[in-house]
Each structure stands twice: as structure tokens, then as C-alpha cells.
């Protein structure tokens, strides 16, 4: 996400490297590659510009403070610019003070909806709340049993009428099913287009009248570009919605649509998708995004996934464990399986700072702990929580039921036992919680050691 971006603009401040101060000339040199930046990331060419005349003044209106050089004081006027840009602050989904919250999800096929749906029931459930799904996409055959998968997956019911073709009275019926069984938030997902037309409009304005949603939220595709910024811009102007949603923000997506978008519709950003799990919905916070556009990473986000998988409780246990060096496999890949939930792999190591720029070339794939798996499952219970009983003939076993070699069989067993000395030593320290920093310990091992072969 966004390492093009990042390093364009690394570039653009290196050329105020080994300047005292800030001039027109250089000033304006930096300018010229921050726009060509964000113009080559599809930022809105008139936005583009609009920031740059913005940064361009707060620039020459600066004095250079002692021990701040230009190049540092002209990111901070970049980041607080971006930030601006993007929003400010972030936008929270309102509530409706009576009756139901009711939240309409709109925008053209494939954009995501369907999945976004069940990630914002999955995320409001998560928060205490009796979360309907209505299937209001009486167009597309899947669309139905898809949203009843993700409702099953995540325990949140789904109201369907597969004989009615009325996405009026489906929605209309799907809030008296939610007020009689005493649902207090229901999301209702409609029929996508390939492009905005006249049918489309109509069909989902007659919805809105109809049930007159707390909020109304477009979903666009964030790897479409300025194509995702004009289409929410008709969008809007014809119906008008109250925030964007931006889906498939871990893909191959150059940035544009996150830093134009607002500007453009003038409706802020409600939340990001990052991944497909059903985890991977993030709030959009502009000056987190703006942190991560420049390089700077972004720990807070890291912390708060972190805390949604950790349970406080399972954290107390382990600790326990800890302390008596009981740690073993099944606690182990608790851990991975916590991790993995978190989102993207890679997206989530680029949010620790100065990494980004390291790892932009790197494929780092979301199955880097699977041959791990693999080894741990194909153990006993005895094994799992007894590694010292694993001897040679054990381990032959243990490496052809999971495919693997003896000696990476070896070498996971080394590392288990560094990784519970590490985590020890790590929870003597500090009162418990080395378990996740040790999982990174044992992850970089295992590279290094592939890397030998």
C-alpha cells in the first residue's frame, strides 16, 4: 500500500539534503516532485495542485528553528497538509437515537459490498450490537449465498427472500423482521451495476426513501483509481450518501483515490478494507493514512489490531504458562492463528516504522507460518505439550505427515526452545506479554535460516 507513493516523496525531500534553509528555489523544486508524485499515484490533477499551492505557502511562510533542518520541517508541513487533505480527523458511523440503526450499502458490482457488508456486521458485533444483514441484490444469483455464508461465519443472522424480485419491500420487510426479533442495527446490502445508470439511481433511491437509513455508504474500489473518485462523485450528486467506503486497499492501489476522494465529494472516508478475512476492516483515520503515506509507519493501528485478537484473559493464562516455562505447540499456534487474523502479513510489518521502505521489494506471503502448521498439527497431544519427548524416530513421523523435511522438523524445535527462553527471560521483565515479540524473533530465524540454504 502506498510504497510508490512513499518513496517519491522520500525523494522529493532529499532535495532539500545539505540546504540551511528554505528558498524559492528549492521550495519550489520539492513542489515539482510532489506533485509529479501524487499525479503519478492518480491524485486528482486540480487537487494535486490545490495541495501543492497550500504546501508551497506554508513553506515560505516558515523560519527554520535551531537543530530542524528544511527537509524535516518541510514533512511535517506535508504531513499536516495531508492529513487536512484526507479529512482531519476520523468520521464515526452515527447511531440512530431511536428504533434501529439502519445502514444502506451502495455501489456498482464488484466494489465489494457484499463482503464489506459482513465485515461492518462482523465489527459492530464484535462491539455488543444485535446486527441484522438484509440481501437486497435480487440481480445477482450468488449475491444472496454469499452474504448467508459470511452471516453464518459470523454468527449473524441474514434475512432473505429468494422468490422477491422488490428490493423495496425486501429491505422494508427486513427492518419489521429486525424490530420484532430485536435487532439494533441492520445492514442492507443492494444490487450493484457495471456502471452508474438511470435504473440503478432509481432503484436505490426508491430504497432510501423507503426505509430512510441512518447512513447511506458507497463502496469503491480503491485499486480503480480516479475512476473510483468520479463514479462516487456522480454517485453523490444524484443521491447523495454519507460516507465512503474504500475496499481492496492492501492490492496494487497507487493511493489516488484515498487522498482525492474526499476532497472531490466532499463526504468523508468511513473506513478502509485491507485484506479479505473478515477482520480486515479498518476505521480511516487521515492522519494515521498520512503517517503511513510518508514512511513514519503506523503503531497505533498495529496496537488496536493487536488488542481485537489478544484476548485479555488468554493473555493472563499464558503469562502463567510463562512463569513456569509450560509454554507449548497448542499455545504456540494459538498465537499464529491470532496473528494471522490480524490482516495482511506484509501490510502489517510496513505499519512499525522505517520498515515500509525495507520491504516494498519483498514478497512476503500470508502462508509464511503455514509449513509451521503443518509441522505442530501433525503432533500428539503428548508432543504438543511435551516437546522433550520428541526423538528421532518422532520427528521422521512428525516430517512425513506434514510433508516437510526432518531437518526442518530440527529446526522448529531449536527455535521453539530459543523463542521460550526469549519469552521467559522477556516476561521476567516486564510483568508478562513477550509472546507476540518472540513470534517475530522465531519468524526473522526462519528467514535467515532459508536464506542459508
Keep these: 500500500m502506498f510504497e510508490n507513493l512513499s518513496l517519491k516523496f522520500d525523494q522529493a525531500f532529499k532535495t532539500l539534503k545539505g540546504t540551511n534553509k528554505l528558498t524559492e528555489l528549492n521550495v519550489a523544486a520539492t513542489i515539482k516532485e510532489i506533485r509529479r508524485a501524487l499525479i503519478d499515484a492518480d491524485v486528482n490533477y486540480k487537487v494535486a495542485k490545490d495541495f501543492t499551492d497550500r504546501v508551497r505557502e506554508e513553506a515560505m511562510g516558515q523560519n527554520i528553528l535551531i537543530n530542524v533542518e528544511p527537509g524535516q520541517l518541510m514533512t511535517k508541513i506535508v504531513y499536516d497538509e495531508l492529513t487536512a487533505l484526507m479529512g482531519g480527523k476520523a468520521s464515526d458511523l452515527k447511531i440512530a437515537p431511536k428504533g434501529p440503526t439502519v445502514y444502506l450499502i451502495a455501489g456498482l458490482q464488484g466494489s465489494g459490498k457484499t463482503t464489506f457488508s459482513g465485515k461492518l456486521a462482523n465489527l459492530l458485533k464484535s462491539k455488543g450490537r444485535n446486527v441484522l444483514l438484509v440481501a437486497g441484490d435480487v440481480y445477482r444469483p450468488a449475491a444472496m449465498d454469499q452474504l448467508k455464508v459470511l452471516g453464518d461465519q459470523i454468527g449473524v443472522a441474514v434475512h432473505i427472500e429468494r422468490e422477491n424480485k422488490d428490493p423495496v419491500s425486501i429491505a422494508e420487510n427486513g427492518i419489521a423482521y429486525a424490530k420484532e426479533h430485536g435487532k439494533d442495527i441492520i445492514i442492507v446490502d443492494t444490487a450493484g451495476r457495471l456502471a452508474v445508470d438511470e435504473q440503478m439511481m432509481n432503484e ?65 472516508i468511513k473506513f478502509v478494507g485491507t485484506g479479505e478475512k473478515l477482520e480486515a476492516l479498518d476505521i480511516f483515520h487521515p492522519d494515521r493514512m498520512a503517517s503511513r503515506i510518508l514512511g513514519f509507519g503506523d503503531v497505533v493501528s498495529l496496537v488496536e489490531r493487536a488488542q481485537q485478537q489478544f484476548d485479555q484473559d488468554e493473555a493472563m493464562r ?46 512476503i506471503s500470508d502462508d509464511a507460518f503455514k509449513h509451521v502448521e503443518a509441522i505442530i498439527r501433525s503432533m500428539t497431544k503428548e508432543e504438543r505439550s511435551k516437546p522433550l519427548v520428541i526423538n528421532g524416530p518422532r520427528r521422521k513421523r512428525i516430517a512425513t505427515g506434514s510433508g516437510r523435511t526432518v531437518r526442518e522438523v530440527n529446526e522448529l524445535l531449536v527455535q521453539f526452545d530459543q523463542m521460550r527462553d526469549m519469552m521467559k527471560k522477556m516476561n521476567a521483565m516486564s510483568g508478562g506479554g513477550g509472546g507476540r515479540a518472540a513470534l517475530q524473533a522465531m519468524q526473522q530465524r526462519q528467514q535467515q535460516q532459508q536464506r542459508k540454504r
Design 318 to 363: 499464558l503469562q502463567k504458562k510463562l512463569r513456569k516455562n509450560e509454554f507449548d505447540f497448542d499455545d504456540f499456534l494459538t498465537q499464529i492463528q491470532a496473528i494471522k487474523k490480524m490482516g495482511n502479513l506484509k501490510d502489517l510489518i510496513s505499519m512499525i516504522p522505517g520498515v515500509g521502505k525495507q520491504i516494498k521489494d519483498l514478497d
Design 204 to 268: 436505490i433511491a426508491l430504497v432510501k426513501k423507503a426505509i430512510q437509513p441512518t447512513e447511506t455508504l458507497f463502496v469503491v474500489d480503491s485499486m480503480t483509481g480516479q475512476d473510483a473518485v468520479n463514479t462516487a462523485k456522480a454517485f453523490n450528486d444524484r443521491l447523495g450518501f454519507d460516507g465512503v467506503v474504500l475496499t481492496k486497499l492492501d492490492g496494487d492501489t497507487r493511493g489516488g483515490a484515498a487522498i482525492s476522494i474526499r476532497t472531490v465529494v466532499d463526504k468523508p
